[in-house]
């Protein structure tokens, strides 16, 4: 059974930071990328951070040099640093697990950060 549980979330005042933990299980973790969305009521979900087999990463424009992505395939857990958090960093922050581009993704329960002061 494929299982990704988020952990991590929760309220941090802006400038603030938090490290976000996704443990994944049931599945060959180190052939998978993985990647981090995140959504606000209203909005799309949206491409957050993602880092591949290899450990090539790439970020949207809105978190470089702020967020930083890195996973540990000895744990099957994929993490996301985040720093310098905004105001607008606020949504619900979800795992993300595809083999290949095309392919049907995995997806966690999703772990709420609240940025406010």
């Known amino acids: 059974q494929v299982q990704l549980v988020e952990s991590g979330g929760g309220l941090v005042q802006p400038g603030g930071s938090l490290r976000l933990s996704c443990a994944a299980s049931?599945?060959?973790?180190?052939?998978?990328?993985m990647n981090w969305y995140r959504q606000t009521p209203g909005k799309e979900r949206e491409l957050v951070a993602g880092?591949?087999?290899?450990?090539?990463?790439n970020y949207a424009d809105s978190v470089k040099g702020r967020f930083t992505i890195s996973r540990d395939d000895a744990k099957s857990t994929v993490y996301l640093q985040m720093s310098s958090l905004k105001p607008e960093d606020t949504a619900v922050y979800y795992c993300?697990?595809?083999?290949?581009?095309?392919?049907?993704?995995?997806w966690g329960q999703g772990t709420q950060v609240t940025v406010s002061s």
């Open positions: 049931g599945f060959p973790f180190s052939l998978y990328h």
């Open positions: 993300n697990a595809r083999l290949f581009p095309a392919s049907t993704p995995y």
């Open positions: 880092i591949a087999r290899g450990g090539t990463t």
